[in-house]
């Protein structure tokens, strides 16, 4: 008769010898997979001098400071837990040219985590929408800031931010997908005559 001690002391031995063959390799950090919505925009039209289309998936709100400008507003999107702060400005109290620069100074606050900050321009001259982009690589705070103007009266200026620690692997897909977003904002901009 077998020995049913000696077949368990043999089936664990090659149950051991074989699983002991390769070496264990642990899988990288993953993260969430996101859904992105059916991209929809539809019009943002205010007493602003101003107007442009924003995803119907997101939600538009006066900013919250109490002190701010009425035209002042935050682009909200809630399943990606972003948004865009918005300002608009006048030129009637200072000179454009300090709002350009107030503009790139603030985009290159984040040259710190930055790992490259890309600038482009921006003209619509058929519209008069005249602007630049800043397209911040790495663990910045902000990815993406703009401003448009009508180089002559109109500051319109805005910077997307994330309510979580950055993490430029992690908000890759969020990054890439919201700059499209915006990239229609731009070119859907409008100054009310």
Request: proline fraction near 5%.
């Amino acid at each position: 008769m077998r020995n049913p001690k000696l077949i368990f002391i043999s089936l664990l031995f090659i149950f051991l010898y074989t699983a002991c063959e390769r070496q264990y390799i642990p899988k990288p950090r993953g993260y969430f997979r996101i859904d992105f919505p059916q991209r929809e925009y539809q019009v943002y039209n205010s007493d602003c001098p101003y107007s442009f289309e924003y995803p119907v998936y997101a939600v538009v709100q006066r900013h919250k400071s109490m002190s701010a400008n009425p035209c002042w507003i935050d682009i909200i999107f809630p399943t990606m837990n972003a948004e865009i702060n918005v300002s608009y400005l006048s030129a009637k109290d200072t000179s454009m040219s300090t709002y350009f620069d107030d503009s790139r100074k603030f985009a290159y606050k984040h040259a710190v985590k930055a790992d490259a900050i890309i600038e482009e321009t921006f003209i619509d001259e058929e519209n008069r929408v005249f602007g630049s982009w800043y397209e911040i690589k790495g663990n910045a705070a902000s990815s993406i800031q703009f401003y448009l103007t009508d180089s002559v009266q109109h500051f319109f200026r805005g910077a997307l931010y994330f309510d979580t620690k950055p993490n430029k692997d992690s908000l890759a897909p969020v990054n890439q997908f919201l700059k499209t977003d915006i990239q229609h904002l731009v070119k859907s901009f409008r100054w009310k005559e």
